[in-house]
């Protein structure tokens, strides 16, 4: 009964806060800052996603700023398991059957993105920089799968419940991680970013110049609605996530910041991963696998 009050107010607040928002009308791209934007879609009357007609990103209007949002993953964030710190009961319980019943981007099973990363050419003890690693239990599936972790989160409870209780190493200064990593992960993170640009300038930052950029989002591309519904794509937007990411946008973000990138979908083939090879886009999920160039 807590959670579903919980889960009204927050959309209350929302409600309200775009009301306010909405009166400045600012529709300029939050990754490229450009003004050519299009309209796509409103929805709840007081919101509307966007397109930038120049890296393809795709936000919901009014934006998120960066204080608002860090406010709202303090204590209002409610997605899953992953924005729902379990009971001592409820961890003993996923620790011991391996698995929480969800799917891996809320707090699942990760062994479809470990066997990602070890196809993409990541060993054991290779250094892994989890980026938005909510409550810790994708961090620890990561450290009993062979990798050195270390864990930023923005969610200060998260965080500390994250350390306390499965001995994640957290790190606060993204742009200075205390080794050299080899890849930096993100799992359904970049979708609830106010900027875009705040995941690509921290891997720039911390990567090895040999290290691996991973990243797996809501695949944002119109096909996932023509295959799947106008409904089941028009919720992937909204109160928990202001951008809806396409491959369009990951391949400009990329070249952007000087990384050439290989593109996926689920369920992912493992050979064209160590291939090199683009994958099939039309699974609702994507996968973006980056090295510098």
């Keep these: 009964m807590l959670l579903i009050d919980k889960q009204l107010q927050n959309k209350l607040k929302y409600f309200a806060w775009c009301m306010r928002e909405s009166l400045k009308f600012d529709t300029s791209c939050p990754a490229c800052r450009c003004l050519h934007t299009r309209s796509l879609k409103r929805k709840k009357i007081v919101t509307a996603l966007y397109e930038c007609t120049t890296c393809g990103l795709r936000f919901r209007v009014p934006k998120d700023n960066l204080s608002t949002n860090m406010a709202f993953y303090q204590e209002n964030y409610l997605d899953g398991v992953s924005g729902n710190m379990p009971s001592d009961a409820e961890l003993n319980k ?27 050419g990541l060993g054991d003890g290779a250094c892994v920089l989890d980026f938005g690693a909510s409550w810790g239990y994708g961090s620890y599936q990561l450290q009993e799968a062979g990798f050195k972790v270390m864990a930023y989160e923005i969610s200060q409870p998260r965080a500390r419940y994250a350390f306390e209780k499965l001995g994640i190493n957290i790190i606060t200064d993204l742009y200075h991680p205390p080794n050299s990593i080899d890849c930096f992960f993100s ?74 990138a290989n593109l996926y979908s689920s369920p992912y083939q493992l050979n064209d991963i160590k291939n090199r090879k683009d994958g099939d886009l039309s699974g609702i999920e994507l996968c973006i696998i980056a090295r510098r160039k």
């Design 94 to 120: 996923f620790l011991t059957t391996g698995d929480t019943g969800q799917p891996p981007h809320w707090g699942g099973n990760y062994h479809p993105y470990i066997l990602v990363l070890k196809a993409s």
């Design 187 to 260: 799992a359904h993170v970049m979708e609830h970013l106010p900027d875009p640009n705040i995941i690509w300038k921290s891997t720039l930052s911390a990567l090895k110049p040999s290290g691996l950029f991973v990243a797996f989002v809501p695949n944002g591309d119109p096909i996932i609605k023509n295959l799947h519904g106008s409904k089941r794509y028009q919720k992937t937007w909204g109160l928990l996530h202001p951008l809806l990411i396409t491959s369009w946008h990951l391949r400009y973000m990329a070249s952007r910041y000087g990384f050439d």
